[in-house]
């Protein structure tokens, strides 16, 4: 039983480039949610799915955007990167009903040179 | 927006010695959770409290949810190094979007053994 599975696990980028980060769950799960992790900042929502082919912006959307074209996988992308955009990315997803906890993916750590 | 506050942000102690956490929201919330990250991992669910004045416990944590329901705490007793990472409250989005967390920045709580 896998969970949430998010890849890769590291990478370094430099200013400018691009990327897509890779979230899958095997548990079924309707919503699912992309979370950057800064220090003292806590953990910030960047976007959102309630469903197959539907997203929604979060906290801090800017600079990202994401795909959900089928409801195991939600993808954040990084259409050019840059240092600000340098933490740790976390994947989510939780089941429909009302008040169900979120299942966290072990993170991604990205840095932007 | 809505606000979810914890406080203190640090907190070391020594091995044995307890420790509470606090969790304030600036809106009236519907349930609220509790999630640990250990060092380096990822968040990982504790417990939800729904009532007004609940009170639950897991062995030696103890979590409460306020009358009002706009604060919660966390209390763990004799503390043990199994106990360090970072405790981390959440409640749902103030707009009426049960699936959306609001989580407060965490307190980090190092043990010395």
């Known amino acids: ?113 | 927006g809505q606000q979810v506050m914890q406080i203190p942000q640090y907190q070391h102690v020594q091995e044995g010695e307890d420790f509470t956490t606090y969790c304030n929201s600036s809106t009236t919330l519907s349930n609220i959770q509790w999630y640990k990250q250990r060092p380096g991992g990822h968040p990982v669910f504790l417990i939800q409290l729904v009532k007004s004045g609940e009170v639950k416990k897991q062995k030696r944590l103890t979590f409460q949810f306020g009358e009002a329901k706009k604060n919660s705490s966390l209390h763990i007793t004799a503390t043990q190094t199994t106990d360090v990472g970072t405790y981390f409250c959440a409640g749902p989005y103030s707009g009426g979007s049960n699936y959306k967390l609001t989580f407060g920045k965490g307190t980090l709580l190092t043990v010395n053994p």
């Open chain 1, 1 to 113: 039983n896998a969970g949430v599975t998010q890849t890769p696990k590291f990478r370094v980028l430099k200013t400018g480039q691009s990327m897509t980060l890779l979230c899958a769950q095997d548990m079924n799960h309707e919503y699912m949610y992309w979370y950057r992790q800064d220090p003292g900042m806590g953990l910030r929502l960047i976007h959102y799915s309630v469903g197959e082919g539907t997203t929604a912006k979060g906290e801090v959307p800017d600079g990202y955007n994401v795909s959900r074209l089928k409801k195991q996988n939600f993808l954040l992308g990084l259409e050019s990167a840059a240092p600000s955009q340098t933490s740790v990315y976390f994947c989510a997803s939780s089941s429909s009903t009302a008040g169900q906890p979120q299942h966290f993916g072990d993170g991604t750590r990205l840095s932007i040179l």
